[in-house]
């Protein structure tokens, strides 16, 4: 089966395929950006991608929320992954000497704190083991990656501080994807769905209508996003998360209220949680 995600090989996002597919016979597929593993599976280069979608300090991932819009793939897996940043180093790099830290945004989002504590300047890449690669190849000392310790075995790199995200609880969960859902998702009542709701008037009380739907139908929500239309500033769409799987006839309902309200509802999948 032909995985896709983010490389190249050392992200969390290779350790989150990784121990997701643990039981299965993968040949990973590494790509460069997030929206490229969204096309593979959209394309149908690849079985299945895994994107990261939320992280708990920064927030939603906006490449992948973006992504899902522009591509029609589905929803067929959910991961949550412990996030523990390292500062990496070429071995001999001192901490005192650093005046850059290179990595993917996120990440960087996730230690600011320890980057102006050392007053270093930052610098974006790909993802975080291309960070940990080029300052490898670069053979710079006055620089440092935030990675993994997995990208550091890869690169052979130190770690010259640890754990520099900010608060301890730091993990991100990613989505699995896959072209369409080939499989009807067996919940035991424990599935979520995600729903991409697109209002087609600007009105009074748009989010208050969608958010009524689901309270007087008695369905929980678990996440809410809103994206910006990109056509108009002011006007958005919004992802909606529930704690009711796909087949659920209360989820069913509310879609169909919302259309008849002149929502564009769409649905982006249907899932079970797995902690890794
Ligand atoms: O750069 C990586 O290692 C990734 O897999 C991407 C990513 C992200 O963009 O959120 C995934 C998990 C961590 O939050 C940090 C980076």
């Not at 394309?43 to 992280?55: A, C, H, L, S």
């Not at 930052?122 to 993802?127: A, F, L, N």
């Amino acid at each position: 089966m032909k995985i896709a995600y983010l490389g190249p090989k050392g992200t969390f996002s290779e350790e989150a395929a990784v121990r997701y597919f643990i039981e299965d016979d993968v040949e990973p597929i590494m790509y460069s950006s997030i929206f490229e593993v969204l096309e593979a599976v959209d394309e149908g280069k690849v079985d299945k991608g895994i994107v990261p979608i939320e992280n708990a300090l920064e927030g939603t991932i906006t490449m992948t929320t973006d992504g899902l819009i522009h591509h029609d793939v589905w929803i067929e897996g959910e991961a949550v992954l412990p996030v523990r940043l390292q500062l990496l180093g070429n071995p001999g790099a001192k901490l005192k000497d650093i005046k850059e830290v290179w990595s993917i945004p996120p990440a960087l989002a996730q230690c600011r704190m320890f980057t102006r504590e050392i007053h270093a300047e930052t610098k974006h890449y790909s993802s975080t083991a291309a960070a940990a690669e080029a300052i490898q190849k670069e053979a710079r000392m006055d620089a440092g990656a935030v990675a993994s310790e997995w990208a550091a075995e890869t690169f052979g790199l130190e770690v010259i501080q640890q754990d520099i995200h900010d608060n301890d609880c730091n993990s991100t969960r990613f989505v699995i994807i896959t072209k369409s859902p080939k499989h009807r998702v067996e919940t035991g009542g424990k599935a979520k769905s995600m729903l991409l709701i697109t209002p087609t008037e600007d009105r009074p009380g748009l989010l208050a209508i969608i958010l009524n739907v689901f309270s007087s139908l008695g369905i929980n929500l678990t996440w809410i996003e809103s994206r910006p239309t990109k056509k108009k500033l002011g006007t958005y769409r919004f992802f909606i998360e529930t704690a009711a799987g796909i087949e659920d006839d209360q989820l069913q309902r509310a879609k169909t209220i919302l259309e008849t309200y002149g929502y564009d509802v769409r649905t982006l999948g249907s899932y079970i949680k797995k902690e890794l």
